[in-house]
């Protein structure tokens, strides 16, 4: 079973509808964190955990919004999609800041 | 500010080919961290490597190789005797230890092509 699982793996909404990502992990780690990634572009954050009372903006959060229900679930949260939106979307799990992340295989969003 | 530039965009090369991929890496800390990873089609990201800013030794791991030169601020990435397995794209990251907490800068990626 994967370490790290991303719910759905694809979604197609509209244009102002709210939309909710969610990672969940197994290997245990505290930190957790989410970015996105666009063609060219590569992976930008969107916000990080450190533990379930820790959350923090990462480059790129407007519009975005998480949720760390327990140590092993972050949930991003899209409160009126926009198609700008439209990405790939990521959650990775850490042990520590200097130590590589694991990522999720990713949910495919699409904003019509 | 952190930043990680991939200036080649796409390669392609034959089967059984070496090939490098470049990464160069602007911070102005003195602790830090590099990381590669790879992204094959089936879209997700699997870590390679992690090289701290004061360990300088290059590294082999199978076909992979890695070149850490602090001098020219750049950390390659070099497989010998490609596969079309590796085809895929393939990210430079990098960590700073002060600044935004748990920042990981990536570049753009390059995209590799082996071809039979």
């Known amino acids: 079973d994967a370490d790290v699982t991303q719910t759905p793996r694809n979604r197609i909404t509209k244009t102002g509808k709210r939309i909710m990502l969610e990672c969940s992990q197994t290997k245990g780690h505290d930190r957790m964190y989410w970015y996105r990634q666009d063609p060219g572009l590569g992976l930008r954050l969107i916000y990080y955990?450190?533990?379930?009372?820790?959350?923090n903006k990462g480059e790129i959060s407007d519009g975005y919004s998480v949720s760390r229900q327990a140590q092993a679930k972050f949930s991003l949260s899209l409160e009126s999609a926009i198609p700008n939106q439209t990405a790939l979307y990521f959650c990775?799990?850490?042990?520590?800041?200097?130590?590589?992340?694991?990522f999720g295989p990713g949910t495919r969003l699409t904003v019509t | 500010a952190q930043k990680v530039t991939q200036a080649q965009t796409e390669i392609s090369v034959v089967e059984k080919e070496d090939v490098t991929l470049d990464c160069v890496y602007e911070?102005?800390?003195?602790?830090?961290?590099l990381f590669w990873y790879k992204q094959p089609p089936s879209g997700e990201l699997v870590f390679l490597i992690r090289r701290n800013s004061f360990d300088e030794q290059n590294e082999i791991s199978g076909r992979y190789s890695w070149n850490f030169q602090k001098s020219t601020s750049s950390f390659n990435f070099t497989i010998t005797a490609s596969q079309v397995v590796d085809s895929a794209v393939y990210f430079c990251?990098?960590?700073?230890?002060?600044?935004?907490?748990?920042?990981?800068?990536f570049g753009t990626g390059t995209r590799l092509q082996v071809m039979l």
């Open positions: 911070t102005r800390d003195t602790t830090y961290y």
């Open positions: 990251a990098l960590r700073e230890f002060t600044g935004t907490a748990s920042k990981l800068t």
């Open positions: 990775a799990t850490s042990t520590g800041p200097s130590y590589e992340q694991y």
């Open positions: 955990s450190f533990d379930v009372k820790d959350i």
